[in-house]
């Protein structure tokens, strides 16, 4: 667990790095420089494109960890060619699919137009912007088999919550026109693949050349084949459960469907902060799960899996405490706050989805790196369904919060079916009572912050009741030593501070 902890908590330095500007992007600078309808559009855009980005990427992001193993050999940096295969697979799956769409392109653009008129000029940006975008996923992947997470993500993350606030002040001051953004995304994500591929060369890993061509037998690109395709449909159905709330809030909602996804994009972003280190520890126990798997170490994989549900557990409860106790008045300083303070339910029902997805842990990557991958496939294809069918009824119902509530029923059922098969096939589950004792207390110590009386100034009372929270959480769970791998994190810490 030790290079998990290293590298899950480099990445969540990173990420909360990333967290803190995006939080002054979400609350202050886009409400600030953007209407609510074109802070929905632009979400809009982007959602389509990470939509479409699963049939380019065709899973290639999850074939560099999968097959790594097998492609690697002993004092070599040029992996028999898998990163060149990896480059062909998406081009020609992206070839496809923008033929597909060349065809269809007239439908598409008629039922926008009868939605509203702000979409035609910007449909035009979603092909390239998923194209790009599963390139950077690609590199993502690619680089977690050598144990390097925290750059690949800083650049993935830091590029588009520097680069989209600087375009969004740049329109408010007029340097650039509205449609011109979305130009300006277009080159963020190629900025993004370049600096991947500088880091590639830094690592000594970037190899591109046709070795596989020799390697790749036909039984093996066969079982390539066959895994990008499941692949594929699970990453479509990964993103359509955490997705398609967004893109359907935009699309069946009329003319007010975008200003109402302006207030969906504000409490998804805060809903999703607390899921941030969700991605560090998938990231990087993915290619260990990977082994291990190949050398069947069912013992290892049971610790990752306990381990990592409790540290989840014990970070995801605790920020949680703290946005419950402060977001009356997070909204209170917010520009346009009681524009978004609609949201609020919103973001209490996303969070205790993402509070859910946490407690499971790495169940995703346990199954999708066994044989019994295919398991992910058929559980997403129904929970997909499901999900677009409960917003399709559920946002009619109870408009965005009907949407929030289709979101977190997709995702609690998707769990729930992945805990029983892996305590069904390997006997193993996450949960341990510690996981129990830290729900307890952050509850505890949320309560204590909240009869605390307030002042007459919001900021402040944001600072205390939070603080409260943080310093009270933190302190018992250090105190009770729930996680010895964060204790031991912390003593490390402290010792080279004190040095």
């Known amino acids: 667990m030790g290079v998990v902890i290293r590298q899950g908590i480099k990445q969540s330095v990173v990420t909360y790095l990333g967290v803190l500007i995006g939080a002054v992007n979400v609350l202050f600078i886009y409400p600030l420089t953007l209407e609510k309808a074109q802070l929905g559009l632009w979400r809009f855009i982007i959602d389509t494109g990470t939509l479409l980005m699963p049939f380019m990427l065709v899973g290639a992001n999850q074939i560099s960890v999968k097959f790594f193993p097998y492609f690697t050999t002993e004092n070599s940096n040029r992996h028999n060619g898998l990163l060149s295969l990896l480059l062909l697979i998406i081009l020609v799956s992206s070839s496809v699919v923008c033929l597909l769409l060349y065809f269809f392109k007239e439908t598409i653009y008629q039922f926008y137009q009868t939605q509203s008129q702000a979409f035609e000029p910007v449909l035009q940006y979603v092909i390239p912007l998923a194209f790009f975008y599963a390139l950077f996923m690609m590199f993502y992947g690619y680089a977690q088999n050598f144990k390097r997470i925290a750059i690949p993500y800083a650049i993935n993350s830091l590029y588009i919550k520097i680069g989209m606030p600087l375009l969004a002040i740049a329109y408010y001051l007029e340097i650039v026109l509205f449609n011109t953004l979305f130009f300006g995304i277009f080159i963020i994500y190629i900025v ?17 050349n046709l070795d596989f061509t020799k390697y790749l037998d036909k039984s093996k690109f066969s079982e390539i084949m066959i895994y990008a395709f499941y692949a594929t449909i699970g990453n479509l159905g990964s993103i359509i459960v955490v997705r398609i709330d967004s893109f359907m809030v935009s699309s069946f909602m009329g003319e007010d469907g975008l200003a109402n996804n302006g207030v969906y994009t504000i409490a998804s972003f805060i809903a999703n902060a607390i899921a941030t280190p969700t991605s560090a520890i998938n990231a990087i126990t993915t290619p260990l799960i990977a082994q291990f798997w190949k050398t069947n170490d069912i013992q290892q994989i049971k610790i990752l899996y306990q381990k990592s549900s409790l540290n989840l557990i014990i970070v995801g409860f605790g920020l949680f405490a703290c946005i419950c106790v402060g977001l009356e ?59 677009i069918i409960g917003n399709y009824f559920l946002i009619d119902l109870y408009g965005i919060e009907g949407a929030a509530i289709a979101s977190f029923i997709s995702l609690f059922l998707f769990n729930i079916a992945k805990l029983i098969f892996i305590w069904w096939k390997f006997k193993m589950q996450p949960f341990t009572w510690q996981c129990l004792v830290a729900i307890v207390l952050a509850f505890a110590c949320f309560l204590v912050a909240y009869f605390i009386p307030e002042t007459n100034s919001a900021i402040l009372n944001l600072i205390i009741k939070c603080g409260t929270v943080a310093l009270l959480f933190t302190t018992s769970v250090l105190a009770l030593s729930l996680s010895k791998d964060l204790n031991k994190v912390v003593k490390q810490l402290s010792e080279k501070i004190i040095k």
Do not use: C, R, W
């Not at 993004?192 to 591109?208: P, T, V, W």
């Not at 407690?359 to 997403?380: D, E, H, R, V």
């Open 192 to 208: 993004i693949n370049i600096s991947h591929l500088f880091y590639l060369k830094y690592l000594g890993q970037l190899s591109l």
């Open 329 to 387: 008045y997070l909204f209170q300083i917010m520009p346009k706050g009681e524009e978004y303070a609609i949201g609020t339910m919103v973001i209490l029902i996303l969070g205790a989805s993402k509070l859910f997805d946490m407690a499971t842990s790495i169940n995703n990557p346990i199954i999708a790196m066994s044989a019994q991958y295919k398991f992910n496939f058929y559980a997403l294809i129904i929970l997909a369904i499901l999900n």
